[in-house]
């Protein structure tokens, strides 16, 4: 009875010895396969990136040279407008009152001036037969110089009233795009003082921004590659290309001691008026020039700790992490300063799969010059972020 009761205790336990024997080990897998390629060798030219503004190159308050009544305004408010072109006019009833009482002036002293000269003849002739006196002969010749400075003085008069006339047409004084008028008809204007509008100047316009005084350092240091004359491409807030041309007109002569930077400007054409002094805008600035670079897609690189890191593959298909010096970005692809050379063969695909110091199975790929373009917004600062594009 108790072998009985024991035979399936002794069934159980060979089958939990059967479950626990040891499995066979799978056959190891071979190298992983990888996409490997050489760099990419392009000529490049680096950018600094800038925040600034547009700002007008000629900006004028207008006001008037006579003081009246505003008699009546010639423009619609935003039009543009020429130089010269008529924009106010003044009441000129009182400017013309004074100027014709000049004129009656100088008709008053022009008459005295011939009487003085017939009172001269008529004393020389008699002087001449002993009738009169050289005293009265010299009195004579005193009349006729004071008669000839008061008509001086009266066409001095003149010209002046004749240019208080014309100061009751206020012109423009530049061409370009006018702001609204600040004074209606019927309000009293004071000469020099009271501001009628506004205008600025539209093409070419100024682009301002600032720099820090590292980038004038460096531009300084590479010997002229970004002074005065340098190209430099603009771009505004809606647009992802830098489509605008300008160069750099102005660096100014010292730092601003508060914020470190350094002010600059450059000058863009605007014929067709879309650029308005104000309006915000991204410029890009050569920071060198051109030179020959490696790139590889920025997907490629890892990071070991506080390092960047490319795996590069050998002849004999071994992984090796390289530690490398990094540049500014070409759309999808990375300029690499330095740990690389160009005929080293980097994983540019199957990553996951590659582990230094284990061998992989690499097939050849291929780096494309494809997103030549960077389109990534840096937020505002005065110390630029580089970037880089194929040099044209």
Known sequence: MKLVLFAPALTALAFLSACGAPAEEAPQQGPMPVTVATPLQQEVVDWDDYVGRFEAVQSVEVKPRATGYLQAVHFRDGDFVRQGQLLFTIDARPAQAQLDQSRAQLARAQAALA????????????????????????????????????????????????????????????????????????????????????????????????????????????????????????????????????????????????????????????????LRPGMMGRLRLASGPAYRALLVPDAAIGTDATRRILNVVDNEGNVTPRPVELGPRIGELRVIRSGIGPNDRVIINGLQRAMPGQKVQPQAGQISAGGETESRAAPPQATPSSIATPAQ
């Open 115 to 274: 009487n003085a000269r017939t009172e001269l003849a008529r004393s020389q002739t008699l002087a001449a037969s002993q009738a009169a006196s050289r005293e009265e002969v010299e009195q004579r010749q005193a009349a006729v110089r004071t008669a000839q400075a008061d008509v001086a003085a009266a066409n001095a008069t003149i010209r002046a009233q004749q240019l208080n006339v014309g100061f009751t047409r206020v012109v423009a004084p530049i061409s370009g795009r006018i702001s609204e008028r600040r004074v209606d008809t019927g309000n009293s204007v004071t000469a020099d003082q009271t501001v009628l509008t506004t205008i600025v100047s539209t093409n070419p316009l100024h682009f301002a921004f600032e720099g820090s005084e590292a980038a004038l350092l460096r531009y300084q240091r590479q010997g002229g590659g970004n002074q005065t004359g340098a190209a430099v491409r603009i771009r505004l807030q809606d647009e992802a290309d830098y489509v605008h041309a300008g160069t750099l007109d102005f660096i100014d002569a010292g730092l601003n001691p508060a914020a470190g930077t350094i002010r600059a400007r450059a000058l863009v054409a605007n014929p067709d008026g879309l």
